[in-house]
């Protein structure tokens, strides 16, 4: 069986197949706030996506952050890392690439069992 969320005309922003959640990549409302405010806000969205998909943070598989500038790495940890389950964390891979929109700093993926 297959449960999508918050599904629109090109994409969901989750997708449960089995023991699985799949989320999409998430990224900041506030495209004009700062890494660290963006990186609150999509670590906020991450949660509140696995909520609704019967996961939590603790249940985080694999994450990949894309930065835009990865002079930012330290900057997006220091956030991610008071977020982060310490018990429980997931692979992850970190990268610089071009975001949607020049203001965007931050977009993070994950995956999670449900």
Known sequence: MIKRFKSGPRMS???????TVYLAGQVADDFDSSLEQQTKEVLAKIDGLL??????????????VYLANIADFAAMNAVYDAWLDKANPPTRACL?????DPRLRVE???IAAA
């Not at 922003?13 to 023991?19: F, I, Y």
């Open 13 to 19: 922003q989750a997708v449960v197949h089995g023991d």
């Open 51 to 64: 909520k609704e998909a019967g996961s939590s943070r603790d249940k985080i598989l694999a994450v990949t």
């Open 96 to 100: 610089e690439t071009r975001l949607a």
């Open 108 to 110: 993070i993926v994950a």
